[in-house]
């Protein structure tokens, strides 16, 4: 954007300061931003912006996260990849092989494998079609009522109970926020039929790690494949490192794209300077 004057935070002079009228970020320091007190609005290089709600000082300050149908395609693999090696009991032959144990087990077809997703957005949605298209059975729960093609929807809590009931892989694409914090706990974890997996995807605390481990240890869970964690990185005393049905991924199962995301932050700026509309911003009611 060679006619815009686009500076780090540390260069700018005290009047700059107070020009700057959107800020892009990622994991900014709240100080930082306060020091802007003429903002407008907030790109956000990242998807999830539960931090950015919660921190930064400016409580009515818009943010626009990052919705780019990249970062959508890039998740949406992570989600086919993984599913994939849960679909083929990837976890069992590893341990059996690490115990030159010769044993066959019968994977069923695709479409009776049921992956639900939990979060039909951007990346869910995205992820929904992919493993859709790959002849899973797949279900999908977001919070407002919708119709997908090839895809069987539930919203609401008494729903959430029923997807979890006939799960096969639980996927989750949500994003964190007071409704979502702990939704996964001892009592809803304990719904998923015998066998489940689980992939998080999206924000460590939505997740009970030790309501996890414990279905873990009991049986009644077979894996859990985590990109996200309630501390991250992961501190080496974590036991979810060294548990045997656990796969710990340090938080890359959709990375921003340097490239992309450029382009889709420079259009929200031009267009916002052409129209003098903030793009589409965060809903602070909801939470994301
Ligand atoms: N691990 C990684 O590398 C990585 C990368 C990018 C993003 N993420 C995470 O992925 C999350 C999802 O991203 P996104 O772009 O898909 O978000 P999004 O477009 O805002 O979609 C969120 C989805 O979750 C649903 N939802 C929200 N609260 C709910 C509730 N209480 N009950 C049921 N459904 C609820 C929404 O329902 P409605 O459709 O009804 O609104 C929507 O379908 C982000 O917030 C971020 O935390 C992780």
């Given amino acids: 954007m060679p006619k815009l004057n686009i500076c780090a935070f540390r260069e700018l002079t005290a009047e ?72 083929r009991d990837m976890p069992a032959y590893k341990k059996q092989q690490s115990a030159k144990i010769w044993k066959q087990h019968t994977t069923p077809l695709t479409a009776d494998r049921t992956v639900s997703i939990l979060g039909l957005g951007s990346l869910g949605l995205c992820a929904a079609n992919r493993l859709t298209a790959n002849g899973f059975s797949v279900f999908g729960w977001s919070r407002s009522e919708v119709n997908l093609e090839g895809i069987k929807t539930f919203n609401g809590e008494a729903d959430l109970h029923a997807l979890l009931s006939r799960t096969d892989i639980l996927v989750v694409l949500l994003p964190l926020t007071m409704a979502t914090s702990g939704l996964l706990n001892e009592q809803t974890l304990a719904l998923l039929p015998r066998g489940a997996s689980v992939i998080n995807f999206a924000r460590g605390p939505i997740l009970d790690e030790t309501a996890l481990i414990n279905h873990l240890d009991s049986g009644h869970l077979a894996h ?42 420079s259009g929200n700026i031009s267009s916002f300077l052409q129209t003098g509309e903030i793009p589409q911003s965060v809903s602070r009611k909801h939470g994301y």
């Avoid at 080496?236 to 794209?257: E, F, G, Q």
């Fill in 16 to 87: 700059q300061r107070l020009s700057a009228e959107i800020a892009i970020v990622a994991n900014p320091n709240p100080a930082e931003l306060a020091a802007l007190p003429n903002l407008q609005w907030v790109q956000s290089l990242w998807a999830g912006v539960e931090r950015l709600l919660t921190e930064v000082p400016q409580s009515d300050l818009k943010i626009v996260r990052m919705n780019d149908p990249q970062l959508a395609a890039s998740m949406a693999e992570a989600v086919l990849a993984w599913s994939l090696y849960l679909h």
């Fill in 224 to 265: 859990a494949v985590l990109d996200v964690f309630s501390e991250e990185p992961l501190p080496k005393s974590n036991p979810l490192w060294t548990h045997a049905d656990v796969t710990v991924l340090p938080h890359i199962s959709a990375r921003t794209n340097k490239i992309t995301a450029s382009k889709i932050a």
